[in-house]
């Protein structure tokens, strides 16, 4: 992994967050400049990464993933920063998941070396690429998915022609009915798994993956036993076609951010004779958020009370900083930040903390009750007051986040802070 251009790379007053008029400095000076968010150094809205989060979001996910006997592969999407996939990888992530053409292009550039796309392998260009880098790099490691005959067909016929000297490593993928990619049936994935075989040795039949995340309930409880046929499914799927998996261990890889707990403990008892590897593919765990995955893991930790024994949960990491700009009416305030800078699907930001510049000591205050962003224009966020809101005009407003994969690709450049905002490093973002 050579991040050298990453952190050589000039910022200056083009590139959002950062203070009009400074001069173009390298990424990694930016902790020598000295600037504090709570000071007014840098313009706001900007978006913030607080370290100490980070650190113990990343303790937390090791301490479960011992404790389950799992490995992960973080999904890259969530950030698109090679830094923090670095920083994964020395958590002792075993790969990086990837969703697309642009994202494999990317983390090849920094020479991650191990890459699950959690994809179809679709089109020319792309699947040229990957089977030139895999010519080209004796270390590189490519794993994407299939389901259908027609797609492994595809894929063979491309080996063959631009032959790598290793093959594409498959995992087969379930679906459920109504909803995304995956095959549907035991006859489909086992129709899937010989057409694997029979490419052999241009591709390699590895494991068996699916995404749960989209599984929905009129209940929590309901949501969570969906996941668990599910995941049964997947398991299924890899009994009924385990004699026809390449040597090594059998992947079975599930787990988005909301139900890795299920995903370790059902294929857990999978019940397959060769060994297996349990990889789950959270992105979201290292920077949680305020809203949306605040609420899955504290349904996870209901369903999954043990989980308590690894001590506190993960903590948001990621914050958007505003301005208020305009107090028309007594119940109405906008700040200075709107759809341009903040996720608002499927939640909008919550105002979470509040600062006076210029008041000592230099430290937010929690938003008391009764304040909501209720709309979000390009540039605007419409905050709804309570009577005696203390909140005046050009004060600074921390808003939380839900989703965080939507806040990442609206910054070029994120700030990471300590406990006190002073500015202490910054990660580049490539969506």
Known sequence: MNLSDIEAGLLDDRVKGMPGGVAPFPLQAIAAKGWNVLAEDLPLPLCVLHQS?????A????????????????????????QLFRRQLEDGAWAITVANAQQIHVARHYGFARIVLANQ???????????????????????????SVAAV???????RERPAGRPIQVLLEGGVVGARTGCRDLDAARAVAHAVKAAEPYLALRGVEGFEGILTGATPEEAAARVDRFLDFLAAIARGCEELFAPGPIILSAGGSAYYDRVVERFGRAGLKRPTMILTRSGCYLTHDH???????AALSKRSPHLHNLGEGP??????????????EPTRALATLGKRDVSYDPHLPVPDQWYRPGATPRRPQPVPPGHRVSALNDQHAYLDLPAGSPLQVGDMVGF???????TFDKWQVICVVDDDYDVIAAVRTFF
Request: aromatic content about 10%; hydrophobic content about 45%.
């Open 153 to 159: 067909e595809m894929l063979a016929r491309a080996a």
């Open 59 to 82: 303790r937390w996910m090791r301490a479960f993933l011992g404790a389950a006997n799992a490995v992960i592969a973080p999904h890259g999407k969530t950030t698109m920063s090679p």
């Open 53 to 57: 989060a980070l650190d113990h979001n």
């Open 291 to 297: 809203v949306m995955y605040s609420e899955l893991f």
């Open 121 to 147: 392998l679709v089109g020319k260009q792309i699947i040229r690429f990957v089977l030139d880098e895999l010519k080209r790099d004796p270390g590189f490691e490519f794993f994407c998915l299939a389901d």
């Open 400 to 406: 939380g986040i839900s989703h965080p994969c939507l």
């Open 315 to 328: 903590r948001p990491a990621l914050e958007v900083w505003g301005y208020i700009q305009s107090r028309p």
